[in-house]
């Protein structure tokens, strides 16, 4: 049965306790008929960057995730990524940062359904990049936060989660891929074509999930938390670059969406996104999004005190923020795990990751 124009469409499928084999809806009866989704179920929401929550914040984080996991909704939303990466009709071309801004926004609505106070945090993996010891001694990887960060998640809020191909897994830092770099970032921000932006953009991002590894570096990466937090992040970036399109360039952001090439319909602007047929690809583009569903706090900065966050601190070498580090440096750089993390700030010792050069350095805008 049809829901009337005026039902959330979304929440026949992965909503509401969905099941396991649900996704959103793909059925050729919505193309065309169904009225864009203006306005978000759960009302305007502020989104932070995960360790500027309270730890109230954060609990309430983890619980409502989990009660998505427990009734089949998150299950839902993670089939559906995955079927859309084997059909290649979301990554690899323009359709990739429009979709998934559709797609985790409609994720949070489901987790505000839970709990109307949660906003779904990001991920700021350059704040790990910034630390002066190695990143998988962020305290991301601790119980109180994100949990295991190598091997099987059996420890932390998501301890037992199951993907469609068995126990939920990470292997954070043991790949090829590496972190969000500032500089790399900055270099993006100088652009004005979407084009090349999104281009460059996806590249940072592939390399992130690359760098976590596990269930997060294929097609099972939507089964981990972390995945949307990173969505976040990415998204963030994108945002930035928008209102720099609309200050400084003289670009409406939300019509700068290039011809897709002729072998890649499904990037096309007026294709319908896929699990999400009551959008098209160009939707994403469009402003209400951060005026009617979103916007997000400044990210972590020395200026601002790294948001007065206990699990930041400000690096003065280099003026930026990091993450604090959950187990303690002695002198002789053996680690000892201290229970928690390590408080002491800017007297981490050893090497930087920021003074490794990058395995690939972005191409100048041409």
Known sequence: MKPAPDVYL?????????????????SEEFNGTAPAIRLPLTGYRTRQEYRTLSVSQRKRFHKAMNGLYKDGTYRCFARVHRRGMS?????????FLPWHRAFIALFEDALRLKDRDVSLPYWDSSLDGNMANESKYSVMWDNAHMGTGRGEVNEGPFAGWQT?????????GRGKGKLARQDSINYLLTLCSFDKFSKELEKIHNGIHKWLGGAMKGSLAAFDPLFYMHHAFIDVIWEKFRQRQRATCGVDPASD?????????????EYYMFGMRFFKNIDGMADYWINNWYNYTDTPMCANNCSDSPDLYCDKDINMCASRSHVSFGDDGIVTDDGGYNKTGGDETGTHLRDVPPTEVIAADG
Do not use: W
């Open 257 to 269: 969406y290039p011809p897709a090439p002729v072998d890649s319909g499904a990037h096309a602007a």
């Open 164 to 172: 469609v191909k068995g126990n939920l897994t990470r292997n954070v």
């Open 87 to 95: 059909q290649g009709s979301t990554h690899a071309g323009y359709a």
């Open 10 to 26: 979304i929440g026949e499928k992965c909503f509401n306790g969905a099941g396991p084999d649900a996704q959103l809806l793909t």
